[in-house]
Every structure is written in structure tokens, then in C-alpha cells.
């Protein structure tokens, strides 16, 4: 089994850097004052199941290429969604290219592609690229329409 990694976040509240797990119960909060941190993360074909499909929170689960241009320009919108709803979502970046197998599964023809998965259950998936407003605006519609 492949060894996950951590990342370091700093607080956007009060400016200490924490580090967030790849895979974890509940929901990453800072040690210092508490606040909910992003979850911002990555997985490929050996982790995805554990930080993806065992969260406890909805995972946004954008399926992108190191070629993609489009997949670059989208990464600070979903990282600007992930920060706005920190605990209540992960978002988790998976490399096509390096992750073959959770490509096919999803039948990814396009990147990007974004899924938003609850309890190991896609409940939605877009692709293309979109500015962050519209990207909330598509993973809070599909919260609530999913229950």
C-alpha cells in the first residue's frame, strides 16, 4: 500500500501552519484557534479509495492533467471553493495521467472534470473549466439536491 502524505496549511484566521492529512475522520480544524482549514489534497489509483470514498465530509474530486491548460486555470477557483467551504467539503486532485485505473472507472473523456462524490456516491460531475462562483453555485445545488 502506498504511503499517503500530508500537507502543511496555513490559517487563513490566525496564521498558524497546520498539517492536514490526506485521509482522516472528521474534519481538519487548526490547532491554534480551531477554525475549519481547507482540505486540499491529492490521491491516485492506490489512495483513492481511502480519501475519497471513506471522507466524512462531500469530496470534490477534480480529475485534471499537468498538459491541460484549462486544468491549470481552474485550480485556484476550486482551491477558492475548497477555503469559502472549509468543513464542509475536501477537495481531492487526481492526475489523470498518473492514475489510469480511476480514469477509466469514471470514464473520464475530458479534462477537467470535476465529481462530487457523498459517502463513496458520485451525486454530480461537469466538465470544463468554470470561474469559482459558479463552481459553489454547482456543488451547493448538488448538495441539496442530493439531500
Known amino acids: 500500500m502506498k504511503t499517503m502524505t500530508s500537507t502543511v496549511v496555513q490559517c487563513e484566521h490566525c496564521g498558524a501552519k497546520n498539517r492536514i492529512p490526506a485521509a482522516a475522520n472528521g474534519v481538519p480544524r487548526c490547532g491554534k484557534c480551531h477554525n475549519p482549514l481547507p482540505w486540499i489534497v491529492d490521491a491516485d489509483d492506490d489512495t483513492f479509495a481511502e480519501v475519497v470514498e471513506q471522507a466524512s465530509i462531500p469530496v470534490i474530486v477534480d480529475m485534471w492533467a499537468a498538459w491541460c491548460g484549462p486544468c491549470r486555470m481552474i485550480t485556484p477557483a476550486l482551491e477558492k471553493v475548497a477555503s469559502e467551504m472549509a468543513g464542509r467539503v475536501k477537495l481531492v486532485k487526481v492526475d489523470v495521467d498518473k492514475s489510469p485505473k480511476t480514469a477509466q472507472r469514471f470514464t473520464i473523456q ?38
Open 110 to 147: 475530458a479534462v477537467p472534470t470535476l465529481i462530487l462524490m457523498r459517502n463513496g456516491q458520485v451525486i454530480a460531475r461537469q466538465a470544463g473549466a468554470a470561474p469559482a462562483a459558479m463552481l459553489r453555485k454547482w456543488v451547493e445545488d448538488a448538495l441539496a439536491k442530493a439531500g
